[in-house]
């Protein structure tokens, strides 16, 4: 098991959340969202946005070729919602999981957090 942890976390159904960890299974699955309060061992800091996606929204992103204005999870204006709600993001997976739907962590960097949007030269890749 894995955890990742940076500036903000995104799952494009609920919204942003600053500073959360995302502990992932050996498979690379997301298993458990939870706050970054204070310094935890084995937690890997990166920086940027770390978005959680299935693997149709993965897809979509691929056949974009990451041309800015056409990944689909940047196109609305997704609210940031407070760290309270972390809750909302675990029963988010717990759904995903009874559905059968495994969510990967996927890292966007660099970002521009003034927006919540990529810019030009961000890169994608799955954490593992």
């Known amino acids: 098991m894995k955890r990742f942890a940076s ?49 149709s929204q993965v897809e979509e ?3 974009t070729g990451m041309i800015l204005k056409n990944i689909p999870v940047f196109q609305i204006n997704l609210p940031s919602v407070s760290n309270q709600s972390s809750q909302c993001f675990n029963e988010y997976l717990q759904e995903a999981e009874k559905k059968g739907e495994a969510l990967f962590p996927y890292l966007f960097y660099p970002f521009d957090f003034t927006s919540m949007q990529p810019v030009d030269g961000t890169r994608h890749r799955l954490l593992r």
Do not use: C
């Not at 995104?10 to 959340?17: E, R």
């Not at 298993?31 to 693997?55: A, D, H, Q, Y």
């Open 61 to 63: 992103i691929k056949n």
């Open 7 to 55: 500036h903000y976390l995104l799952i494009p159904a609920i919204g942003y959340m600053k500073q959360q960890v995302v502990e992932i299974t050996d498979e690379g699955v997301v298993r458990n969202v939870f706050p970054l309060t204070e310094e935890i061992e084995s937690v890997e800091w990166i920086p940027g946005v770390i978005v959680l996606l299935s693997e």
